[in-house]
Structures are given as structure tokens and as C-alpha cells.
């Protein structure tokens, strides 16, 4: 299995988000994707590759709107330029255009930037949002082309900021541009006619749902803590199944808090089939190991020895696979989770 | 002229608002009420009345959604039952649901919920709020009963928290309860068959405007700093004229910042030619003092005499009129610029 990963990452590190009407210190932080590779390392995983930085704008510009794209390269040269002292403070909303108001007004005010394109307040924009997000991207997009060539059966982007919760023109949930959607979309560029993404990401990957939402070639299927009670609150239902072209090509899996392994298996089967079903050609996985039981921001049970199984398990969909990394905060525990994944798939493969 | 005071002002007393990436303390802070009735009294505004403290709930109901109303009821309740500790914080957003998102979902989650009806992070919800904004509600009420029957020519209301950012089922601005409406919805039921708003304070009224935008019953004119580069940014253009019913019954005239006076003075002209022309009968002014020259987060130039000048113009209107406090940050200078407004009108009349 093939492993990009992408030094940038660390160029993006949040000081604060708010939690309940404080700033608490960034959960999603560098250290994570550092223990995830030092523990693929040990696992004997070799093949490391650092692919270049810039991403390919034709992919980015083609999942991302143009405006946003703008607005994220430039967003601290701006926010420096309204005071020098900034750079001592990310960036963070204050404002937005909630109901009531003009998303499109045509205001040229910074804060009001910020507001129109973010949908909460823990994903501060720091100096290096926009390279590591870029290098992430390229990685991404690396990581399609070479499973697209039939060069690798499966590759491991590890990266961050991670993508799932980022839309075609907004960021959250600690993600700026959508990762997975990127390697989707360079898989069909390649000749794929058929592309699904299955995210198990704790959080439900309402970017990734938005993005395809009215698309039939891209199929998106996500098992996720129940939005009722679980971030991101506002997508991820059943109901949810796609709209126009796209009806019947958006699978959620909602599965309340506190739900162990044998019931997400059970889940598993059930979104593998609907891959199957769909005759994907290929397969892209938002990698997110928050499900672990020991995660501080989640509420599934899965143990280590799951993660395994679950590799292996999406292995014997038999696909050229992506898997890019998304959340995971119980840091000490997350290298192993994802190793476990990988393993899993590759000695199944 | 009568004033209408209330004590309960002083149980919203918020701690801090997201600015520029950081908290800080809050600029809307209790003192400002008090420095209002204090320079009101030193005039020898005599007749200062305390109106009950409950708001009659039918007018409530008739301009703010059930929904919203129960919710900021309960918000402290559910914040305190969230964890013990949160009482040493007030209530601010931290998700929302932006583009992309359903605003309707159907999540339980208290986070959500702020979320829901915020669209910003500087209007902290406190364990006074609901009692402080009912009273006001009630005040405002009262002021329009009292003009309404005739037994008064002009009311002067002098509370917080303010309220012409509050929307039908929205918080943001300062602002919770919109007691603005609630004057003009209580002229409307007395009788008075078309009422207008004028909006005075600098930054535009955008919750006045939604609540009456398909209303061709009550005429809502605002005068402020253009949106372009002023808060509340996505709304107060003035290509908003309203909607179904409502077109042509709101008028915005927005005004770049550094405005002086003898232009700010033509836009008053203007709008209460709107007012005449529309044949109001009453007339509510949402009256900030925020384009005060000194005021620090506003942008207009005007001297505290020209405040005066302002409060004799609106009597040469010679409507029955209910003025209600809403922004005006200069702390020491507020007074006195709210009672120049208050001895313009009562000279006049
Ligand atoms: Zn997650
Ligand atoms: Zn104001």
C-alpha cells in the first residue's frame, strides 16, 4: 500500500475554537498526522512518498468555487492588512449570514468574508491554512491518479487540516477543502464512471454530501454519529438521499451515540453493498478513527482491534481504493486505529 | 414627553463578544441605560414611569416565532443543565446552519439550537437575557399604548438590551426581542391603519426590515452606514424595497462612513417625506445615537447639538411617536445625546 504524505500539514496549526462559549485550545492538531505516519513506520509500511505541494487548480477549481478558493489564498494577507496585531489571532467568524440575510451582498468587508463562508467557529484560518491545505490537496489528487493508472490496488493520503465537513464554497468541522472529493473527482477525470466514497468518519461528511448531492456519478455513503445529537446537527439524515439527477445517490447511515461494533458492522455491510450495488469502478474512503471509543469529541465504541477488521472488510469490496485521512482526536490511540486500517486492507488484498 | 424606564435592563449584563478571532469585553453594557435617564433626569424630564414587567405575550407572539420566543426562555436552563460550570460563561454560537446546511433539521442538540436563531457571536445570551428583553418588550409596548390612545404625543423608552437586529426568529446585534416592532405591531392593533419605523441608529435595522418586508401596513425607513464595509454587512442596500405585499414600504438610505452631518440631514429630510407620503399615523423611532461622532464602533461624524436638531425635525413630523433605545457605544456621551434628541422633539412639539 502506498503512503503520501505531506510535511505541509504542520503549517496549519489553530491556536483556539470555541466550545461553548469559550476559545479551547484546537483539538485537530499537527501531532496527529506525525503519529499516524511514526506508527505506519513501525508497522514496516515503506513506501512513503511526498508528492509536490501545489495541488492541480484544474481538480481544486472543479470541486471548489472560485470565490472561495480567493477568499481562503488571501484571507491572512487581508486579515493582517486590517491590523498587524492579527497576527497574533487566527481567523474566526463573528458574523454570518444566517436566515434573514443576503448570503450574496455585496459587501466587501473582511469579517463578513469570514461569516459568508463558514459554518462554525472551531476552524480558525491561521498563516499556513492555505498551503497545507493545497499540499493535502495535491496529495489527494496524487493518491487518485495513482490508483486511477492501476499502478497501486490502495493508497493512504496522511494529511490535515482533513476535508469532509468542506463544500464546494464553505469551511467547519476543522476542514477547509474537501480532500476526498478531490481524489473523486480525479478518479472519474481519469475514466472512472462510476466513483463512491464511503466515509466512517465519526461525524457525518456534509461537505462531501453537498458536493455530489445533485450528481448520479459520484455515489456518497456515510455511517456517522446520529445528527440529532451529534455535530454537524444540520445534515447527515436518512431522508437525506439526493436530489435531481443525484436522487438515490446519497446513502446516510445515521447510528445513535453509543453504538459499538457489532452494530456499525453491521453498517458497513450495508453501505459495501449499496458501493456494489451502485458498480463502482473505484473507491475512496474519508478516513476519520474518531468512531474509537476512546475518542474525546465522539460517542461510538469501536476498540483498536476494529479498525482492522474494517480495512479488511473494505478490501473485500475488491476496488482501486483512496483512503485520506479525516478526524481522530484521541491523538496517543489514532496512529495505531489508522495503521490497524491499513493493515487490514493490505493483508486482505 | 414621557419616559419609560426599566430596571430589569440590568439582568442582561453580557461578559464578552467574539471580535477580530478573540473575546472581548462586551461594548453593550448596562451603564448605558443608566447614563440615558440620568442626563434625562438632570433635564427635568419629570414624568419617568416603570411599566410592569411582563410583556403582553399576544403582541410577543404576533411579531417573534413560538419556537424562538421558547427557546430563549429556556436557553439558560439547558446551558446550566448542559454542565454546572457553563454558568461562568455566557451563551454564544459556535455552529450555524450556513449554506449547505438545513436550517430546519431536526437536531435536539442546545449547541445547534444557539445556533440556529444566532447570526452572530457578539450577542451573548446571559441568565438575565430573557427577564431584561421581556421587560423591554413590555416597556415598548406600553410606550405605543400610551401614544396610541392619544393620552401622550411622544414616549421615550429607555432600555437594553436593543432590538432592531432581532428578526421575527434571529439574535444578533445586541439585539434578542425587537422592541421597535413590538411598538409599531401595538400602534397597528390600536388602530392606527399605517405606521411607520424610522431607523436612526447607524447600522441598519435589518431585523425591522425582515419582520415587516412583506408588509404593506408599516413603512420601515432606515438611515445608516452602507453594508458594503458596515455591520450588519448582509442586509440595508438600498435596492431592498420589499416584497409581495411589501414592495415599496421599506426604504433604505445607506451612507458612507465619515458622513457629517448636512449630508446625514438630507437623508432625514428624505425619509420623513417617505413618512408623510406614505400617511402614517404614528410613527416609532428606533433611535441609536451610534452616528455620534466619538461613538467607537460606528462611523458617521454627528455632534451631540446636532442630536438635538434631529429631535425637532422628527416632531415637525407631528405624528404620536414611540422612540425606543437601541446602539449608542460612546458611554460618557449617550446621555446626553439621547436627551438632546428628547428635548429637540418635547421643545418642538
Ligand atoms: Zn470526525
Ligand atoms: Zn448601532
Given at each position: 500500500?502506498?503512503?503520501?504524505?505531506?510535511?505541509?500539514h504542520r503549517?496549519?496549526?489553530?491556536?483556539?475554537?470555541?466550545?461553548?462559549?469559550r476559545?479551547?485550545?484546537?483539538?485537530?492538531v499537527?501531532?496527529?498526522?506525525?503519529?499516524v505516519?511514526?506508527?505506519?513506520?513501525?508497522?514496516?509500511?515503506?513506501?512513503?512518498?511526498?508528492?509536490a505541494?501545489?495541488?492541480?487548480m484544474t481538480v481544486?477549481?472543479?470541486v471548489?468555487?472560485?470565490?472561495?478558493?480567493?477568499?481562503?489564498?488571501?484571507?491572512?494577507?487581508?486579515w493582517?492588512a486590517?491590523?498587524?496585531?492579527?497576527?497574533?489571532?487566527?481567523?474566526?467568524?463573528?458574523?454570518w449570514?444566517?436566515?434573514?440575510?443576503?448570503?450574496d451582498?455585496?459587501?466587501?468587508?473582511?469579517?463578513?468574508?469570514?461569516?459568508?463562508?463558514a459554518?462554525?467557529?472551531?476552524?480558525?484560518?491561521?498563516?499556513g491554512t492555505?498551503?497545507?491545505?493545497?499540499?493535502?490537496?495535491?496529495?489527494?489528487i496524487?493518491?487518485?491518479?495513482?490508483v486511477?493508472?492501476?499502478?497501486?490496488?490502495?493508497?493512504?493520503?496522511?494529511t490535515?487540516?482533513?476535508?469532509h465537513?468542506?463544500?464546494?464554497?464553505?469551511?467547519?468541522?476543522?476542514?477547509?477543502?474537501?480532500?476526498?472529493?478531490?481524489?473523486?473527482?480525479?478518479?472519474r477525470?481519469?475514466?472512472?464512471?462510476?466513483?463512491?466514497?464511503?466515509?466512517?468518519?465519526?461525524?457525518?461528511?456534509?461537505?462531501?454530501q453537498?458536493?455530489f448531492?445533485?450528481?448520479?456519478?459520484?455515489?456518497?455513503?456515510?455511517?456517522?454519529?446520529?445528527?440529532?445529537t451529534e455535530?454537524?446537527?444540520y445534515?447527515g439524515?436518512?431522508?437525506e438521499r439526493g436530489?435531481?439527477?443525484?436522487?438515490?445517490?446519497n446513502l446516510n447511515?445515521?447510528l445513535p451515540?453509543?453504538?459499538?461494533?457489532?452494530a456499525?458492522?453491521?453498517?458497513?455491510?450495508?453501505?459495501?453493498?449499496?458501493?456494489?450495488?451502485f458498480?463502482?469502478?473505484?473507491?475512496?474512503v474519508?478516513?476519520?478513527?474518531?468512531?474509537?471509543?476512546?475518542?474525546?469529541?465522539?460517542?461510538?465504541?469501536?476498540?483498536?482491534?476494529?479498525?482492522?477488521?474494517?480495512?479488511?472488510?473494505?478490501?473485500s469490496?475488491?476496488?482501486?481504493?483512496v483512503?485520506?485521512?479525516?478526524?481522530?482526536?484521541a491523538v496517543?490511540?489514532?496512529?495505531?486505529?489508522?495503521?490497524?486500517?491499513?493493515e487490514?486492507?493490505?493483508?486482505?488484498?
Amino acid at each position: 500500500m502506498l503512503i503520501l504524505q505531506n510535511d505541509r500539514h504542520r503549517e496549519h496549526a489553530g491556536r483556539h475554537e470555541m466550545y461553548r462559549g469559550r476559545l479551547v485550545e484546537c483539538v485537530e492538531v499537527p501531532e496527529r498526522a506525525e503519529l499516524v505516519l511514526g506508527e505506519l513506520h513501525r508497522r514496516g509500511f515503506a513506501r512513503v512518498e511526498r508528492p509536490a505541494v501545489r495541488a492541480d487548480m484544474t481538480v481544486v477549481e472543479s470541486v471548489h468555487d472560485l470565490r472561495y478558493l480567493a477568499f481562503l489564498r488571501q484571507a491572512w494577507d487581508h486579515w493582517i492588512a486590517l491590523d498587524s496585531a492579527n497576527a497574533s489571532f487566527d481567523i474566526l467568524p463573528s458574523v454570518w449570514p444566517n436566515q434573514g440575510l443576503r448570503r450574496d451582498a455585496p459587501t466587501q468587508n473582511f469579517s463578513a468574508q469570514v461569516g459568508r463562508y463558514a459554518f462554525d467557529a472551531g476552524s480558525p484560518i491561521t498563516r499556513g491554512t492555505w498551503d497545507a491545505c493545497l499540499a493535502g490537496a495535491a496529495s489527494a489528487i496524487e493518491a487518485a491518479r495513482r490508483v486511477a493508472s492501476g499502478s497501486e490496488r490502495g493508497a493512504l493520503v496522511v494529511t490535515r487540516p482533513p476535508g469532509h465537513h468542506a463544500g464546494r464554497d464553505f469551511f467547519g468541522g476543522y476542514c477547509f477543502l474537501n480532500n476526498a472529493a478531490l481524489a473523486a473527482q480525479t478518479l472519474r477525470d481519469a475514466g472512472h464512471a462510476r466513483v463512491a466514497i464511503l466515509d466512517v468518519d465519526y461525524h457525518h461528511g456534509n461537505g462531501t454530501q453537498s458536493i455530489f448531492y445533485r450528481r448520479a456519478d459520484v455515489l456518497t455513503v456515510s455511517i456517522h454519529g446520529d445528527p440529532a445529537t451529534e455535530y454537524p446537527f444540520y445534515l447527515g439524515y436518512a431522508d437525506e438521499r439526493g436530489e435531481g439527477e443525484g436522487e438515490g445517490f446519497n446513502l446516510n447511515r445515521p447510528l445513535p451515540k453509543g453504538t459499538a461494533f457489532d452494530a456499525w458492522r453491521r453498517e458497513l455491510d450495508i453501505a459495501l453493498e449499496a458501493v456494489a450495488r451502485f458498480g463502482a469502478s473505484a473507491l475512496v474512503v474519508a478516513l476519520g478513527v474518531d468512531a474509537y471509543k476512546a475518542d474525546p469529541i465522539s460517542g461510538f465504541l469501536l476498540d483498536s482491534a476494529d479498525f482492522t477488521t474494517i480495512g479488511s472488510l473494505i478490501a473485500s469490496a475488491r476496488l482501486p481504493t483512496v483512503f485520506v485521512l479525516e478526524g481522530g482526536y484521541a491523538v496517543a490511540e489514532m496512529g495505531i486505529n489508522v495503521a490497524n486500517v491499513a493493515e487490514g486492507f493490505s493483508l486482505a488484498g
